[in-house]
């Protein structure tokens, strides 16, 4: 406990002697979700303020001056890379801003710019969401992901690194005793990692008494109820999904009565737009997410196209009126499509695999019209292999044709993400 107490008031006093910029946005993280609905009008502020700014400040924006925000372009990652230079605003000197790296998951990573007020942001986002699980600074957590936010982070708040570029049972192993001798309290990372984990030490005979796990925290990909049941049935405790990137922050958060995602209002504007057209989507339907971030002053970032999928969800019942997302589906091409050209949404696949042992992870990978690969990390009892063979070729119908390769690992995205669906054939 006293190493706990010691980090937390090390991490609060060094942020202290630097204007104490993390615990500002703290503190306006709660005002806005204490109080929802004076929380509309300060969002509708903080657009109008950023608009400006954009406008002002920026080549790219400079145009749009006056205009609302549908009028505004809808802008992707290469919008940003073609016009790298205008999207900087005049207003800040290159050498006093931070840089971070965009994931790189599904093309070429570039560097992006942002205020230390944006990255105190972020942080802060971080801290207050991880909250809603349990957590406070300086209680020990493993952080899940091939490198960290910040090194320095994740000492001060007690981290413990665990890098899952090559997922083996030599790793599991290595990791599964950490969670025991390092008495890790939280879990922070990648379902495609952590899942593989909860996997191994199920069949390890492992149950939740064996840790002392108090929360688990996803991010990064979508997590499924098939994952987030094992998660919950091995380690115990409450189990969270995060929606966020490298360059907006923490978007949208679990919540932790209903777990349903409650949008970051504080901090951004998200649209649902229609698959096909930069106009909403319809009621219930699904559509990509657009946003549009408050804090990206540095590089302002204006209906910036993720290229996730999500649709609205209902008022939750735990009484935070702030609207909800469902059915966050991921990048736009973890979709599949059958030999007719009909979607195929990716959790068929994670379903079809539940009551199915000994598989650490699987890839699906759409190749053709009707060609389909199917990568297999299994463990050496794994003995289901016509059962998978039999459920897949069902979802993809008769007339696809998979191919199955069983694999020693599979390797991850440059961003150390392992989507299990990938489409290599047909963009949306």
Same mark, same amino acid.
């Given at each position: 406990m006293f190493p706990e107490l010691l980090r937390r008031a090390v991490f609060w006093g060094y942020d202290f002697s630097k204007g104490s910029l993390i615990a500002g946005h703290i503190s306006d993280l709660k005002r806005v979700f204490a109080n929802p609905q004076d929380s509309q009008q300060l969002a509708k502020q903080r657009l109008d303020n950023i608009l400006n700014h954009a406008c002002e400040t920026t080549r790219f924006?400079?145009?749009?001056?006056?205009?609302?925000?549908?009028?505004?372009?809808?802008?992707?990652k290469q919008t940003v890379k073609e016009n790298y230079e205008d999207f900087f605003s005049s207003k800040y000197d290159r050498k006093n801003l931070v840089s971070t790296t965009t994931s790189g998951s599904y093309g070429t990573p570039f560097k992006f710019y942002q205020t230390k007020d944006k990255r105190a942001r972020h942080t802060a986002e971080v801290i207050f969401f991880n909250g809603w699980a349990g957590y406070r600074v300086g209680m020990r957590y493993a952080q899940v992901r091939v490198y960290p936010r910040s090194k320095w982070l994740l000492f001060m708040q007690n981290g413990a690194l665990m890098n899952p570029s090559t997922i083996d049972e030599r790793w599991l192993e290595q990791q599964r005793q950490s969670l025991k001798s390092q008495k890790?309290?939280?879990?922070?990372g990648y379902p495609s990692a952590v899942g593989p984990l909860a996997e191994?030490?199920?069949?390890?005979?492992?149950?939740?008494?064996?840790?002392?796990?108090e929360g688990i925290i996803?991010?990064?990909?979508?997590?499924?109820?098939v994952a987030k049941e094992k998660l919950e049935e091995v380690f115990g405790g409450m189990v969270l999904d995060r929606y966020s990137s490298n360059e907006f922050g923490v978007m949208s958060h679990e919540c932790a009565k209903c777990k349903t995602h409650h949008i970051n209002i504080g901090s951004h504007k998200l649209e649902l737009l229609a698959i096909d057209r930069d106009e909403p989507a319809e009621a219930g339907a699904v559509g990509r997410i657009v946003v549009t971030d408050y804090f990206s002053h540095a590089m302002p970032l204006i209906r910036y196209d993720t290229g996730d999928l999500a649709r609205l969800g209902?008022? +939750?019942?735990?009484?935070?009126s702030i609207p909800t997302l469902k059915n966050i589906e991921g990048r736009t091409i973890e979709v599949l499509y059958d030999p007719d050209g009909r979607m195929v949404n990716a959790i068929v696949?994670?379903?079809?695999?539940?009551?199915?042992?000994?598989?650490?992870?699987?890839?699906?990978? %759409?190749?053709?019209?009707?060609?389909?690969? +199917?990568?297999?990390?299994?463990?050496?009892?794994? %003995?289901?292999?016509?059962?998978?063979?039999?459920?897949? %070729? %069902?979802?993809?119908?008769?007339?696809?044709?998979?191919?199955?390769?069983?694999?020693?690992?599979?390797?991850?995205?440059?961003?150390?993400?392992?989507?299990?669906?990938?489409?290599?054939?047909?963009?949306?």
């Open positions: 924006y400079k145009q749009f001056k006056g205009a609302s925000l549908k009028d505004f372009p809808v802008i992707q890790i309290r939280f879990i922070i191994y030490c199920r069949m390890k005979g492992d149950r939740p008494d064996d840790f002392l796990i996803t991010g990064a990909e979508s997590l499924t109820s209902p008022e +939750c019942k735990c009484g935070l696949f994670d379903r079809e695999t539940k009551d199915l042992e000994g598989i650490l992870r699987f890839q699906m990978i %759409q190749k053709s019209r009707d060609g389909y690969v +199917c990568r297999l990390h299994v463990m050496p009892s794994f %003995q289901q292999g016509d059962l998978i063979r039999e459920r897949f %070729q %069902q979802a993809l119908g008769p007339d696809a044709k998979i191919t199955y390769e069983y694999v020693d690992s599979i390797p991850p995205l440059p961003s150390g993400k392992r989507p299990y669906v990938i489409n290599e054939y047909k963009k949306l």
